[in-house]
């Protein structure tokens, strides 16, 4: 009627197993890590960061050489701290910015390399940025530029002076 020793031992160590195996699955969907991967850390302070987030994606020329690990406020700018690869040199000149993949998808930061021969070591600031592209901005500009650039036309006929030569009849009075 009772499970023997042999069976409730049997049980737990499934038990456990799985309870081992959720801890993993949920850690590696949440693209968390437990230990963090050797490197060091960059700075970089941006106007805008518009969608990033802690955990994106760091890259250079495309390749995937670390992750966004804090976000925060320093002199009323976005300060970021960037966890780039053991092995990965950026220079003193490189360019930090913050890019979208597809048209709405996540927002990672982007490095081009620079010319300089010195290189960024644990706790420096890359100096040159470039803000996140806004999409609703861009969108605004549009929408204002284009109502109020709509009088071309009546821009040229300013430019038909009598001076420049040309004849103009006056108006006919109205009736």
């Known amino acids: 009627m009772y499970a023997s020793r042999t069976t409730q031992f049997i049980v737990g160590i499934f038990a456990i197993l799985g309870i081992a195996a959720l801890a993993i699955l949920?850690?590696?969907?949440?693209?968390?890590?437990?230990?963090?991967?050797p490197g060091y850390t960059?700075?970089?302070?941006?106007?805008?960061?518009?969608?990033?987030?802690?955990?994106?994606?760091?890259?250079?020329?495309?390749?995937?050489?670390g992750k966004v690990v804090n976000i925060g406020?320093?002199?009323?700018?976005?300060?970021?701290?960037?966890?780039?690869n053991e092995g990965v040199p950026i220079d003193k000149e490189a360019i930090?910015?913050?890019?979208?993949?597809?048209?709405?998808?996540?927002?990672?930061?982007?490095?081009?390399?620079?010319?300089?021969d010195h290189i960024l070591a644990?706790?420096?600031?890359?100096?040159?940025?470039?803000?996140?592209?806004?999409?609703?901005?861009?969108?605004g500009q549009l929408i204002n530029n284009a109502g109020s650039g709509g009088d071309k036309d009546k821009d040229k006929d300013k430019d038909k002076s009598p001076e420049s030569g040309k004849d103009q009849k006056p108006a006919k009075p109205e009736k």
């Open 26 to 37: 949920s850690l590696s969907l949440g693209k968390l890590s437990l230990l963090p991967a």
């Open 42 to 65: 960059l700075y970089a302070s941006f106007d805008n960061i518009s969608g990033l987030k802690t955990g994106d994606q760091v890259q250079l020329d495309g390749v995937q050489i």
């Open 73 to 84: 406020l320093k002199d009323l700018r976005a300060r970021i701290a960037l966890r780039v």
């Open 96 to 116: 930090a910015a913050i890019k979208t993949s597809g048209i709405i998808g996540d927002k990672y930061v982007s490095i081009a390399p620079g010319y300089s």
């Open 122 to 139: 644990n706790g420096d600031t890359i100096m040159h940025t470039q803000d996140a592209f806004v999409l609703e901005d861009a969108i």
